[in-house]
C-alpha cells in the first residue's frame, strides 16, 4: 500500500459494471477507499452526503452524463478533482470537459500503470490545492484585524486608518518603536486588501549584505557574477501581483535607495545581469524605526524616494501610550502560548506592569509571559514572577533599610522577599539556567534549587 493513500476517497461512475470492478479493485488493491456509482444521478447524491478527493467519471452514460455531473458539481463549488474517461475517438467532449475544470481525460482502452499515475498526480494536486486555501485561510485569520489587539482610542484610530487604506493601491510607510508590531500592521493591509491571494513576501533590509541585497531584490541571470550558476528570481519578482514589505527601510545603502526609486517610478525592475526590463505590479509597504525626516535632513535617505515611500503613513504607538490595552494582551499571549482563554494574575503583578514603561513595547510583552511560563508560572502569574525590571525598585527599598519601623517589620518575610528577588535576578540573567544563576550568586547548584522550591519558583530543568 503507498503510504498515505488510505486518506484518499475516490468515487468511480460509469454505467459499465465491468469498467467499474475493474476500477474499484485496481485502485483499492493501491490502498485507495473507493465507492462507485452507476451514473451521474446517483453520483450527485452520494455527494449530498459523502466528501470525496478525486472523482473518475465516464463521460457517456444514460440520464447524467459526465459532462452533466462535472457542470453541477462546478455550479455546487463542490472542492473535488474531477477526471474524465471517454471510450470514443473523437476528443471534442473532453476537450469541453476540460473547459469547464476537469483535471484531465483518458481514452479507453487504457493501461493500467496508465491510470494509476494520473490518479496519484489528480490526487496530489487535490492535497496541494486543500493545503493551500487552509493556507490562505489560516493567514486571513491570523493577520486580519481582530489579530491587532487593543481597544483604546489610539489602536481605534490605527484600525480605522488601514481599513482605508487597505483599499487604494498607494505605498504605505508603517512607522514606530522596534516591538510595535510593524510587519503585523503591513500583513493585516495585504490580506485585507483585493491582493490577498497573491503574496506577500517580507524583508529586513538591514538583515542582508550591502554586497547581495540587489540580487535579493532584483534577481540575478545565470553568469552575473562569481557563483551565479543559474537564473535566480528576486523578491520583486516573487511578490509581483501581490505585496512587498521592506522593514528597516532606512538601511537601504544609497546605491540600493537610487535603483529602489527608478523601480517605483517606471514600474519595471532588471535582473542584475540582464538585458531587459520585467514589469512590476506589486503594492510596496516599508517600515522603520528611525526618525525618517531627520535621516532625509541629515542627507541618510534620498529625500525623493521617501516622498516615494510616504505616501499614506501609519504611525504605530508604543505601548506605554496605551497602557489600557496590556491586560487585553496578556490574555492575547497566553491564548496564543496555552489555548487557554483567560490569564490569571494578581493584583500587585498587574499594576506593576501598568507602571511599567515598556522600552521593548508589544515584543516585550510576549517575552514576558512566555518567561513566566518557561520558569513554572501555572496558576497566577505573581510578582515573584516577574523579572527585575519589574521587581527591582522593590528590591531597592529594601536594601536601603537601616531602622526597624516603630511598628516593626516581619524579619523572616523581609529577608524571603529579598532572597526571592535575588534568585529571579540571577534565573533572569542566565536565561533560567539554574546552573548558572547558581553561580552568579556564589551558592552550589543543590543550594539554588532547594531555594527555588522553597518558594515554589519552578520545576528544575538542567539538572
Not at 454505467?15 to 488493491?29: N, Q, W
Not at 494509476?116 to 486543500?130: D, G
Request: glycine letters at 8%; a negative charge; aromatic letters at 6%.
Amino acid at each position: 500500500m503507498t503510504e498515505g493513500t488510505a486518506r484518499n476517497r475516490i468515487l468511480v461512475v460509469d454505467d459499465e459494471a465491468s469498467m467499474r470492478e475493474l476500477l474499484v479493485i485496481m485502485l483499492r488493491r493501491e490502498g485507495y477507499h473507493v465507492e462507485e456509482a452507476e451514473d451521474g444521478g446517483v453520483a450527485l447524491k452520494k455527494l449530498q452526503s459523502d466528501t470525496f478527493d478525486l472523482i473518475i467519471s465516464d463521460i457517456k452514460m444514460p440520464r447524467v452524463t459526465g459532462i452533466e455531473l462535472l457542470r453541477r458539481i462546478r455550479e455546487q463549488d463542490l472542492d473535488i478533482v474531477v477526471m474524465m474517461i471517454t471510450a470514443f475517438s473523437t476528443t471534442e467532449e473532453a476537450v469541453e470537459a476540460m473547459k469547464l475544470g476537469a483535471y484531465d481525460y483518458i481514452t479507453k482502452p487504457f493501461k493500467n500503470d496508465e491510470i494509476r499515475l494520473v490518479v496519484r498526480n489528480a490526487l496530489e494536486r487535490s492535497r496541494l490545492s486543500h493545503e493551500n486555501r487552509s493556507l490562505k485561510k489560516a493567514l486571513g485569520q491570523k493577520f486580519s484585524f481582530d489579530n491587532l489587539v487593543g481597544k483604546s482610542p489610539a489602536m481605534k484610530r490605527l484600525y480605522s486608518l488601514i481599513e482605508r487604506v487597505a483599499q487604494s493601491q498607494v505605498s504605505v510607510l508603517v512607522t514606530g518603536e522596534s516591538g510595535t508590531g510593524k510587519e503585523l500592521v503591513a500583513r493585516a493591509i495585504h490580506f485585507n486588501s483585493d491582493r490577498k491571494e497573491a503574496p506577500f513576501v517580507a524583508i529586513n533590509c538591514g538583515a542582508i549584505p550591502e554586497n547581495l541585497i540587489e540580487s535579493e531584490l532584483f534577481g540575478h541571470e545565470k553568469g552575473a557574477f562569481t557563483g551565479a550558476d543559474q537564473r535566480k528570481e528576486g523578491l520583486f519578482e516573487t511578490a509581483n501581483g501581490g505585496t512587498l514589505f521592506l522593514d528597516e527601510i532606512g538601511e537601504l545603502p544609497t546605491m540600493m535607495q537610487v535603483k529602489l526609486l527608478r523601480v517605483l517610478q517606471e514600474r519595471e525592475f532588471r535582473r542584475v545581469g540582464g538585458t531587459r526590463d520585467l514589469p512590476l505590479d506589486i503594492r510596496l509597504v516599508s517600515a522603520t524605526n528611525k526618525d525618517f525626516e531627520e535621516e532625509v535632513r541629515e542627507g541618510r535617505f534620498r529625500e525623493d524616494l521617501f516622498y516615494r515611500l510616504n505616501v499614506v503613513r501609519v504611525e504605530l504607538p508604543p505601548l506605554s501610550e496605551r497602557r489600557e490595552d496590556i491586560p487585553l494582551l496578556l490574555n492575547h499571549f497566553y491564548k496564543k502560548l496555552t489555548g487557554e482563554q483567560h490569564l490569571p494574575i494578581s493584583g500587585d503583578a498587574l499594576q506593576r506592569l501598568l507602571d511599567y514603561d515598556w522600552p521593548g513595547n508589544i515584543r516585550e510583552l510576549e517575552n514576558l509571559v512566555e518567561r513566566c511560563l518557561v520558569l513554572g508560572w501555572q496558576k497566577e502569574l505573581t510578582v515573584d514572577c516577574l523579572p527585575t525590571q519589574f521587581v527591582g525598585s522593590q528590591l531597592g527599598m529594601q536594601a536601603v533599610l537601616q531602622d526597624i519601623p516603630d511598628e516593626g517589620i516581619d524579619l523572616e518575610n523581609y529577608l524571603g522577599d529579598i532572597e526571592k528577588t535575588l534568585l529571579l535576578s540571577a534565573l533572569d540573567k542566565s536565561r533560567g539556567v539554574r546552573k548558572q544563576a547558581a553561580k552568579l550568586l556564589g551558592i552550589s547548584f543543590r543550594s539554588i534549587r532547594y531555594r527555588l522550591a522553597k518558594y515554589d519558583l519552578g520545576e528544575d530543568d538542567d539538572a
